[in-house]
Nanobody, 127 residues
């Protein structure tokens, strides 16, 4: 069965760290780009970070310098190390997969290009 499963969310104080993981199953993920998106209540879904099918790494502007994304050699696991967390990082975080690379995009492809999504994991940062 094709799917993505996220883990690692939780609650942390501002300045703290969390690590999210996403594991894919049921598809040839080496041919997919993997990315993290997040959505806070009342806000649009935002691209956070990802690694495409040919190894390109991209970050959203709001997390550059604080978050690190890594894709393992199996190509089906994507991790997100989040440091120096801020209250504005509070959101539901989703892992997503899109076929192909980001060759036509500057950085993360937009969310409508992704056709496999996980259920999400909540991250709450208290100030």
């Amino acid at each position: 069965q094709v799917g993505l499963v996220e883990s690692g969310g939780g609650s942390v104080q501002a300045g703290g760290s969390l690590r999210l993981s996403c594991v894919g199953s049921g598809a040839a993920y080496s041919a997919y780009s993997l990315a993290w998106f997040r959505q806070a209540p009342g806000k649009e879904r935002e691209g956070v970070a990802g690694v495409d099918s040919v190894g390109a790494v991209a970050y959203g502007d709001s997390v550059k310098g604080r978050f690190t994304v890594v894709r393992d050699k199996t190509q089906k696991t994507l991790s997100l190390q989040m440091n120096s967390l801020k209250a504005e990082d509070t959101a539901m975080y989703y892992c997503a997969a899109a076929p192909g690379s980001w060759a036509y995009w500057e950085g993360l492809a937009p969310s409508n290009m992704y056709d496999i999504w996980g259920q999400g994991t909540q991250v709450t940062v208290s100030s």
